[in-house]
Nanobody, 126 residues
Framework: QVQLVESGGGLVQAGGSLRLSCAAT????????MGWFRQAPGQDREFVAA????????TYADSVLGRFAISRDNPKNTVYLQMNSLKPDDTAVYYC???????????????????WGQGTQVTVSS
């Protein structure tokens, strides 16, 4: 059974940092494209970051470029999202997801991803 479990969310002041984790069972993260998305209240779920199977290619939304970093730990079968210089606009529920799409690209959509975690809340106060 495939399961993605996010953790690491919380309340942080603007300018602070958080590291989100996504622990996977029932699949191997190094064989899939891994992504992070977020959804703020009343808004659509939006792409944040993704990493290729080899872990070499990474892509980010313009809004987080230079502040967020996606990474993974293969032995732990876990994907991370390091978030620095957080802003109130980063407040959202953050989700990790997996994609079996065969080809890497930079414009990922929610429909490209197959399995999703339950999400973790990130709240950034001003």
């Amino acid at each position: 059974q495939v399961q993605l479990v996010e953790s690491g969310g919380g309340l942080v002041q603007a300018g602070g940092s958080l590291r989100l984790s996504c622990a996977a069972t029932g699949l191997t993260v190094s064989t899939l494209i891994m992504g992070w998305f977020r959804q703020a209240p009343g808004q659509d779920r939006e792409f944040v970051a993704a990493m290729s199977r080899a872990g070499v290619s990474k892509t980010y939304a313009d809004s987080v470029l230079g502040r967020f970093a996606i990474s993974r730990d293969n032995p732990k079968n876990t994907v991370y999202l390091q978030m620095n210089s957080l802003k109130p606009d980063d407040t959202a529920v953050y989700y990790c997801a997996t994609s079996q799409r065969p080809l890497w690209r930079t414009n990922w959509r929610t429909s490209d991803f197959d399995y999703w975690g339950q999400g973790t809340q990130v709240t950034v106060s001003s």
